[in-house]
């Protein structure tokens, strides 16, 4: 289930937030979707990343980019603090770029 109900956050085109977290019981997410891209980027420590079927190790400097509609969710490596940034940006935000060519 999405847990992104509040319309109006997508009133500017996208939403940013930064999360320093080591109550890992308050933070590991459940399986989840949203109907919006999600760019994670991993400042610190490690956290196993879920997306769909399958399990990914992330680490410091990583950036995670799950489509919209993906199944996914976080559980950490360890318990210490995890500073994390994330970013929702709505389809018609970033359709223009998928549709460009790379050279």
Do not use: Q
């Amino acid at each position: 289930m999405s847990h992104l109900y509040n319309d109006t956050l997508w009133d500017y085109g996208f939403h940013a937030e930064f999360s320093e977290n080591d109550l890992w019981k308050h933070s590991i997410t459940r399986n989840h979707f949203h109907n919006v891209y999600e760019l994670y980027y991993l400042v610190e420590n490690e956290v196993i990343y879920f997306i769909e079927e399958k399990a990914y190790l992330v680490k410091p400097g990583m950036v995670v980019v799950i489509p919209p509609n993906c199944k996914h969710s976080t559980f950490p490596v360890n318990n210490d603090i995890r500073k994390r940034y994330l970013i929702y940006l709505p389809e018609y935000f970033v359709e223009d770029f998928l549709k460009e060519e790379i050279i």
